[in-house]
């Protein structure tokens, strides 16, 4: 790892959409890019934490002296998150399915009838989980993104899920969001917060990892 202020400290860091299969050809997904989980996996590998990236399905390339683990679904995210474990701090940067089906089909789903419901269930919530562990890290740090009432619904997460940070931005919008080279967000926490002006998700993600070096020693 390169000298910097995470140097000894492991970084585990989740990114990209999950894929739920419905079928061999089919699948329910979502518009995450993961620019911004890699974003910042490069930029704690930057500041000398050993980084674990856990990778929904995405395209792009691995960040120099990152150790990168792809996974499809939010269960095999899951998986891969608990078996990343333990480390120091958690970024849960991906867009995690929030359902998937109860029973994907052996073959292609034909179409017949008129209309056809999907009966799917819900997944388990890695972020919170992760922030429940009895082998507490230093610091869980989730994103939310949100269409309306964004520093609202931040909150609100932040509690449910007992995290250490929030990290929001609001999509459904032009510039900025999922697939986006550029964003605007603002991190919450216990006792404050701190907006971050629209700029490349790359340099976003440096000044993020330099507000939870700061979050760490506080
Ligand atoms: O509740 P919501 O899905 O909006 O919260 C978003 C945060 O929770 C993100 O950090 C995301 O990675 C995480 N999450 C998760 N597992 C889920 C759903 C969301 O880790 N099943």
Redesign the pocket.
């Known amino acids: 790892p390169a000298p910097g202020p995470l140097q000894g400290k492991k970084v585990l860091v989740?990114a990209g959409p999950t894929y739920e299969d419905l079928d061999p050809v089919r699948f329910l997904g979502n518009r995450s890019s993961g620019k911004m989980g890699f974003a910042i996996a490069a930029a704690a590998a930057g500041m000398g934490a050993e980084v674990t990236l856990v990778a929904g399905p995405v395209h792009l390339a691995t960040p120099a002296g990152v150790q990168r683990v792809d996974v499809r679904s939010?269960a095999q995210?899951?998986q891969a998150?608990f078996a990343a474990l333990p480390a120091d701090i958690y970024?849960?940067?991906?867009?995690?399915?929030?359902y998937t089906p109860r029973q994907p089909a052996v073959n292609k789903i034909k179409k017949s009838s008129e209309s056809l419901a999907l009966d799917l269930m819900?997944?388990?919530?890695?972020?919170?989980?992760?922030a429940a562990q009895t082998q507490a890290l230093q610091l869980v740090?989730?994103?939310?993104?949100?269409t309306e009432n964004v520093a609202g619904?931040a909150r609100g997460?932040l509690e449910?899920?007992r995290?250490d940070m929030?990290?929001a931005n609001r999509v459904g919008i032009a510039d900025g969001g999922f697939e986006s080279d550029s964003n605007a967000m603002t991190a919450y926490w216990k006792d404050g917060e701190r907006a971050f002006a629209s700029a490349p998700k790359t340099e976003l993600a440096r000044q993020l990892m330099q507000l939870i070096v700061e979050r760490l020693q506080a």
């Open positions: 989740s939010a995210m899951h998150v970024i849960g940067a991906a867009a995690v399915a929030d819900r997944t388990p919530d890695i972020l919170a989980e992760v740090v989730g994103f939310a993104a949100e619904y997460k449910a899920k995290l929030i990290v």
